[in-house]
């Protein structure tokens, strides 16, 4: 039957036909083209997503606002940044040693109990945002508002765990950098101890914040058990270090204007993209890095697990036809021809007896009996691989091709 063609009006809104080789060849081959096919393509989704996901993220960036701006208010309230002069008494510099540090020290610990409180509510959004992103990810059709409230009900307890055991460590790591500043600008007797304990310190938080990235991920993705997700994303986060830092900073940079001065018309920039779209490619680059890592490393090993979910791979139809058609020819019965038969088939004559019609049924046991026994003997001639070969007619194209 002739293929309909479009009208034009119809062209001119879908674009020229196109034959289905080249809408294949279109479709994303690798992880980074599905990456930037979904943030090209799904640009409003992707808003949405964000939005929804800095609705309860919010709260966090508010404490990080007012962390730094009580910190300069107790720098500007403290002796060390006044101007010794008129009306302003005069301190020895030794009482001022370690000042700062014990401020920041105990500004944290506020911070840090009040984080806390925030996990509760930051946890809804991730495990929200972070299960829209996979079904992205996946190339699967997603309504944004149902799914993240989906996402919400299937993952937000695994997250919350998740959430609170990142915070908790991470309090313990940081307070104790703060603690080894106070030490190290009180002069200790043992500074480059203090001094390797900070960047000890710094390189444990950063690979626990990668486990707890991968620990997300792997909760909307697999059902685990929460021992069994801790233990998973550290292996991952140890085993894959540099590149997985690699793709830490490529997803934190959305959030690199908001380095940059106040009064900066950039940082105001920065703070739209935060509110409209970095959170989004953040979740996007990192759900999409881990959806590569599950490929290379987990599915072969989980059954029923499927693999490159998203992209289209090259040779993946015709690979899959071969498939199915060496399947359905090893597991068709082979039938022995009529014509080679040697038993001798019963005719039964117009006035038959008793007889006559026992020695039909015998024929016609001898005859299933010769064709159960013709099957035996070419299935095992089949499964040895030059029989195959040669069935298939494989031996003579490698010939060829010699």
């Known amino acids: 039957m002739a293929k309909k063609r479009k009208g034009i009006f ?59 701006i009580y910190l300069q208010a107790q720098a500007f309230g403290s ?42 509510l930051m946890s809804v959004g991730l495990s929200g945002g972070f299960y829209v992103m996979r079904n992205m990810v996946w190339t699967e059709g997603v309504f944004v508002v149902s799914d993240f409230w989906s996402g919400i009900k299937k993952n937000y307890g695994i997250v919350l765990r998740s959430t609170l055991l990142y915070v908790f460590f991470l309090a313990i790591i940081l307070l104790t950098v703060d603690f080894s500043n106070i030490l190290i600008a009180e002069n200790s007797s043992v500074k480059w101890l203090f001094i390797i304990l900070k960047i000890v310190g710094y390189i444990l938080v950063a690979v626990l914040t990668i486990a707890f990235l991968f620990s997300i991920t792997l909760g909307v993705t697999y059902k685990l058990s929460f021992f069994d997700l801790i233990k998973n994303s550290s292996i991952l986060s140890i085993g894959l270090l540099p590149i997985n ?11 690199g204007l908001l380095l940059l001065e106040e009064t900066s018309i950039f940082f105001s920039l920065g703070l739209i993209l935060v509110i409209f779209l970095s959170l989004s490619v953040f979740m996007l680059i990192w759900t999409n890095y881990s959806q590569w890592v599950f490929d290379e490393i987990i599915n072969d090993k989980v059954a029923g697990a499927k693999k490159n979910r998203g992209i289209y791979k090259k040779g993946d ?74 069935f298939m007619g494989t031996e003579s194209n490698k010939k060829d091709k010699k």
């Open 10 to 68: 119809t062209r001119i809104v879908e674009g020229k036909e196109r034959s289905e080789d080249y809408a294949r060849k279109t479709l994303p081959s690798n992880r980074w083209a599905l990456g930037w096919d979904l943030i090209k393509t799904n640009f409003g989704k992707n808003v949405k997503i964000n939005l929804l996901t800095f609705l309860f993220v919010f709260p966090l960036f508010v404490l990080f606002y007012f962390r730094g």
């Open 79 to 120: 002796v060390f940044s006044m101007n010794i002069g008129i009306a302003y008494p005069s301190y020895p510099s030794q009482n001022l040693i370690g000042v700062a540090e014990r401020i920041t020290f105990n500004t944290d610990v506020l911070f840090y109990l009040l984080l806390f409180v925030f996990t509760f």
């Open 245 to 255: 830092a690699f793709f830490v900073v490529l997803a934190i940079l959305p959030f």
């Open 317 to 390: 139809v015709k690979e899959t036809e071969q498939f199915v058609y060496k399947k359905s020819i090893f597991t068709t019965r082979p039938i022995k021809p009529i014509t080679d038969t040697d038993v001798e088939i019963a005719i039964l004559p117009e006035n038959y007896s008793r007889e006559d019609l026992l020695r039909l049924q015998e024929s016609k046991d001898n005859m299933i009996k010769d064709s159960e026994q013709y099957a035996e003997e070419h299935l095992k001639e089949l499964s040895d691989k030059e029989s195959i070969d040669k």
